[in-house]
């Protein structure tokens, strides 16, 4: 049962184009979103993170945008830069995220010079 | 800041051998920390949850005598695992939960390559 889904395995944009990753959830308890980044081999890196007493959080290029009612999430980077080029995973938690991540099966970046 | 070390990055052992992997975070003190377990081209699978001073929750299927959990301070976890067999080998990450106010983000440690020959 993959509570967290992440639809696109893989996305291509254009250098300086923006990139949208999205996320869905089934399980209506999780109130506490995350994306990370990850190149291979190594542990993923923290983006960015929203509650969901929001539907918007942003921190320099990258803003994720949260639909409660869709239980929906998105992450936009703006722009597009070639060392975005990696996997994106985004991750939910209950409890305002004092519950265990679980985790989508990720979505593979590549961005074109 | 909310930097997390493993050791060793990686590590080659014959079957039959235990393994020692350490977690820290290295500018926060974590309460928590976590191990997971990821198969090439797959998400992280959680294996377990470390709480400092107290057992490791081990989710389903994860044995708990294999892959032994130690949380001896509020700054370093150990995973163990116990007579590695090849079909141990894995990427292995740790992460370690911030609580502070609202923020709970786990930060993940740089992982560790397992291969039992």
């Known amino acids: 049962d993959q509570q967290v889904k992440q639809n696109s395995p893989s996305l291509s944009v254009q250098e300086g184009r923006i990139s949208i990753l999205n996320c869905d959830y089934t399980?209506?308890?999780?109130?506490?979103f995350l994306w990370y980044k990850k190149y291979p081999a190594e542990g993923p890196t923290f983006l960015i993170s929203?509650?969901?007493?929001?539907d918007k959080n942003e921190d320099g290029r990258f803003t994720v945008f949260l639909n409660k009612s869709a239980k929906h999430l998105s992450l936009h980077i703006v722009p597009s830069q070639p060392g975005d080029s990696a996997v994106y995973f985004c991750?939910?938690?209950?409890?305002?995220?004092?519950?265990?991540?679980?985790f989508g099966t990720g979505t593979r970046l590549t961005i074109i010079p | 800041g909310a930097v997390v070390s493993q050791h060793p990055s990686w590590v080659i052992c014959k079957s039959g051998t235990s393994v020692k992997i350490e977690c820290r975070s290295l500018?926060?003190?974590?309460?928590?920390m976590f191990w997971y377990r990821q198969f090439p081209k797959q998400s992280l699978m959680l294996m377990a949850t470390s709480n400092e001073g107290s057992k490791a929750t081990y989710e389903q299927g994860v044995e708990k005598d294999k892959f032994l959990i130690n949380h001896a301070s509020l700054t370093l976890s150990t995973l163990t695992v116990t007579s590695a067999h090849p079909e141990d080998s894995s990427f292995y990450i740790c992460?370690?939960?911030?609580?502070?106010?609202?923020?709970?983000?786990?930060?993940f440690g740089p992982g560790t390559r397992l291969t039992v020959l």
């Open positions: 500018d926060f003190q974590a309460t928590t």
């Open positions: 399980n209506s308890m999780f109130d506490y």
């Open positions: 991750a939910a938690s209950a409890r305002g995220g004092n519950e265990k991540l679980t």
């Open positions: 992460s370690a939960r911030v609580r502070q106010g609202a923020d709970h983000t786990q930060y």
């Open positions: 929203i509650s969901s007493i929001k």
